[in-house]
């Protein structure tokens, strides 16, 4: 009898997401009359912009004509959406990246997922805890659940950022600002990890899904505004959280030719062909249209557009974070991010300050927990709701006498 990859049965069962909609449901039930705010999420709620669906619809015509209709493009992405986001996603910032260095995808979960298919099995991978899941789970997959894979602690001692481990890693995954955390590395901090990564000659993975939410200045947007990151980073943008994109899907990673990996012989070869050659056997390309729709926004009206939404966001990050001060609790993020992570009061654990916020608030948000056993005794709360319901969740929590 065939055999199945024994590593996917030491994967943790996915309870988190399936866990919350089951309690929610069931108090639901019994309380139908519950007014229920959902602020647990990650997923956006604004509705595509016009330039966007604009851009959209013309390229679904283009599809309808003989002369204008696209089959398979090339599994790259098509140079006039390459072209753009090198143009304005990076050289207009100072940063050195040519089109032929971004390779435009599906959404930075698969393209976080597939980044190990490039990368050897004898390296030691470094993730944070807690952690946005796909990275852990695509690990264990690959590797099973080996000491290869080196968990990095984020607590409130280190203010949730990973220390420099004493140890070598060859791979780290880094995500900022971060899911779920919604902290940030600033330039100084950041610096001291390519720094690490250069001297170990180790790879960062960077994943800059949430880039579009920072406000500081001193936070940087890319890996590479830090000097000799291209040389040891790959980084992964989205179109989902900036731009509405959660649907459409689309993304894109940034492998530099700058960068290279060791073979086993010894030899040093570029990355950059193996993540093209990857790409080229086991993907056929974002649709025409959904291209179409990223290069839109990068339009002065797109720009416009997109930036007035995360405006919208993290306009409800400021309200939460304001409810959370007045009512004198601990929290984490939302000032460059759409998330609030927030220390559950009087020592609750994460579920059980989940049902008492859903039971006596008809609030839902996440267990820190189920981002890794760092996140017990936290809580996040998302920015992706109305202004106005948002504005009533918060009002709930400041009269809740827990
Ligand atoms: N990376 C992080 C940190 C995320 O939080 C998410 C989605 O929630 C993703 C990647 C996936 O984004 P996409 O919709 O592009 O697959």
Excluded at 262 to 288: A, C, M
Excluded at 342 to 351: A, T
Aim: one cysteine or more; charged letters at 25%; proline letters at 5%.
């Amino acid at each position: 009898m065939f055999q199945i990859n024994e590593n996917y049965l030491q994967l943790n069962e996915s309870y988190l997401f399936s866990t919350i909609a089951r309690r929610v449901e069931n108090f639901s039930a019994s309380h139908p009359e519950a007014d229920i705010i959902r602020l647990g999420i990650g997923d956006v709620t604004l509705p595509l912009p016009p330039s966007i669906l604009s851009a959209m619809h013309s390229a679904v015509d283009e599809m309808g004509v003989k002369e204008t209709f696209r089959g398979y493009g090339p599994e790259q992405g098509y140079a006039f959406l390459r072209e753009k986001i090198s143009e304005i996603d990076f050289r207009r910032r100072g940063i050195d990246i040519s089109p032929d260095e971004i390779f435009v995808g599906d959404g930075s979960k698969s393209d976080t997922g597939n980044i190990g298919d490039i990368l050897g099995d004898d390296n030691v991978v470094g993730i944070t805890d807690p952690v946005y899941p796909v990275y852990l789970d695509t690990n264990i997959m690959r590797l099973g659940k080996s000491s290869q894979i080196v968990l990095l602690p984020c607590n409130e001692e280190n203010g949730f950022l990973p220390g420099i481990p004493s140890h070598h890693l060859d791979v780290i995954y880094l995500c900022y600002p971060n899911n779920p955390t919604g902290t940030v590395m600033d330039r100084k901090q950041l610096k001291q990890w390519v720094e690490y990564a250069l001297e170990n000659r180790s790879l960062i993975l960077f994943d800059a899904a949430y880039e579009a939410f920072i406000r500081d200045n001193d936070v940087p947007r890319s890996i590479y505004e830090i000097e000799g990151a291209t040389a040891c980073a790959i980084e992964f943008r989205s179109f989902s959280k900036n731009a509405g994109f959660t649907g459409l899907r689309c993304s894109y990673t940034v492998v530099p030719k700058a960068l290279k990996a060791r073979s086993v012989d010894g030899d040093e070869l570029p990355i950059h062909s193996l993540w093209n050659r990857r790409q080229s056997t086991k993907f056929n390309g974002t649709p025409y249209i959904v291209q179409k729709a990223a290069e839109a926004v990068y339009s002065p009206q797109g720009q416009q557009e997109v930036g007035n939404m995360v405006a919208y966001y993290m306009r409800n990050a400021a309200i939460i974070r304001e409810g959370l001060a007045e009512k004198g609790w601990t929290f984490f993020g939302g000032e460059n991010s759409p998330y609030i992570w927030l220390k559950c009061p009087d020592g609750m654990d994460s579920w059980t300050f989940f049902d008492r916020l859903l039971q006596e608030c008809h609030i839902v948000g996440t267990p820190g927990v189920g981002f890794g056993s760092e996140g017990e005794g936290y809580f996040r709360l998302t920015a992706f709701n109305s202004h106005e319901k948002t504005a009533e969740a918060v009002e709930r929590i400041k009269k809740w006498e827990y």
